[in-house]
């Protein structure tokens, strides 16, 4: 059984960094790519990260240079690291795999970033 769990969020000032976790088991993690979307009130789900699970990392615009995904394949756990903090980063962020055909999500976790 796929589980996906989202911890880290929490408040932080403009300017300021958190890092964000997400603890998969029930499938191969190791060879998996894992996303992370991030949904703002009001707004739709929008992609913020890729680890390709081997071929590098794919970032939006909005996230290049400021977000940096990685992860731990003894742990299972993949991170988002998030720097330089905007208000507009303000979201529930979700970690996300697809496993033969099927979307998993994890449950989010709320960031709040104050100005």
């Known amino acids: 059984q796929v589980q996906l769990v989202d911890t880290g969020g929490g408040l932080v000032q403009a300017g300021g960094s958190l890092r964000l976790s997400c603890a998969a088991s029930?499938?191969?993690?190791?060879?998996?790519?894992m996303d992370w979307f991030r949904q703002a009130p009001g707004k739709q789900r929008e992609w913020v990260v890729t680890d390709t699970g081997g071929f590098g990392a794919n970032y939006p615009n909005s996230t290049r240079g400021r977000f940096t995904i990685s992860r731990d394949n003894a742990k299972n756990t993949v991170y988002l690291q998030m720097h330089s903090l905007k208000p507009e980063d303000t979201a529930v962020y979700y970690c996300?795999?697809?496993?033969?055909?099927?979307?998993?999500w994890g449950q989010g976790t709320q960031v709040t970033v104050s100005s």
């Open positions: 029930g499938f191969a993690f190791s060879i998996s790519a």
């Open positions: 996300r795999t697809v496993q033969r055909g099927t979307i998993y």
